[in-house]
């Protein structure tokens, strides 16, 4: 849905410059297309590293490894390169690349635990990776997410939740009372006037914000 929300917004020449969403709808590839297609910068979490050496104090995950796009190697931490480069070839991603290294460098490696896991009597290491755009483009969203900053400006998008929930708890906004799209559409925008006519007022009244909504198991832990 990423590409045909900003392919209509820019359609209609009013395309944000910065894009807030949620993690659902964040990956490396909308990262990169977002901005090369309509200058769109998209700002939310990115998925962390799955693989168990970024989640080990010692490992060696992806982040380490010297990635030489222009001759196509990878140079890992104890300085050995890889031993090819090729398309790995799977439906849901087409674009990854498959990048393994020796097994007599990886056999011989002093640091081999803090790298691989392997009960094979020919161990060794094998990256896969995004292409170059795409990689660097979650490498440093995964930097750039740990920071203050980052989490400063996706608060922005917590108004966001508080809007869709008051659209739903409070004007029904799940369920369309008409057929058709254009019908649907319009109580789209009689919703949208009401929400703000309704915040308008509030605010001209002084009314203080609801506080977020605590579930009830967290209230248990906070009273235990």
């Known amino acids: 849905m990423m590409q045909s929300i900003e392919q209509e917004l820019h359609q209609a020449n009013v ?3 910065v894009h807030l969403v949620d993690a659902g709808y964040v990956s490396a ?3 990169v297309k977002s ?4 200058g769109i910068e998209v700002v939310g ?6 693989q168990w050496q970024a989640h080990t104090p010692s490992g060696i995950d992806a982040s380490q490894f010297v990635l030489d796009w222009e001759n196509r190697q990878a140079i890992c931490p104890q300085e050995k390169t890889s031993t090819s480069w090729s398309w790995l070839n799977r439906k849901s991603h087409p ?3 498959k990048i393994p290294f020796s097994t ?7 640091r081999l635990s803090d790298c691989v896991q392997s009960t094979s009597k020919y161990p060794r290491r094998t990256l896969v990776i995004r292409p170059q755009a795409q990689h660097a483009a979650l490498q440093a969203a995964r930097q750039r997410q740990r920071t ?3 989490q400063q400006r996706y608060a922005l998008r917590a108004g966001v939740e508080a809007t869709i929930s008051q659209g739903v708890r409070a004007f029904d906004l799940r369920r369309s009372r008409y057929v058709g799209l254009p019908k649907t559409h319009l109580q789209h925008l009689a919703i949208a006037t009401a929400i703000n006519l309704v915040r308008l007022i509030d605010w001209l009244d002084g009314s203080p914000l609801t506080p977020t909504r605590v579930s009830a198991f967290e209230r248990l832990y906070k009273a235990a």
């Open 29 to 31: 590839r909308v990262l």
């Open 95 to 97: 674009d990854l690349i």
């Open 45 to 50: 979490p990115v998925s962390v590293d799955t």
């Open 104 to 110: 007599t460098d990886c056999r011989s490696c002093p």
């Open 148 to 150: 203050e900053t980052f």
């Open 35 to 38: 901005q090369e297609r309509f």
């Open 15 to 17: 395309p944000p410059r």
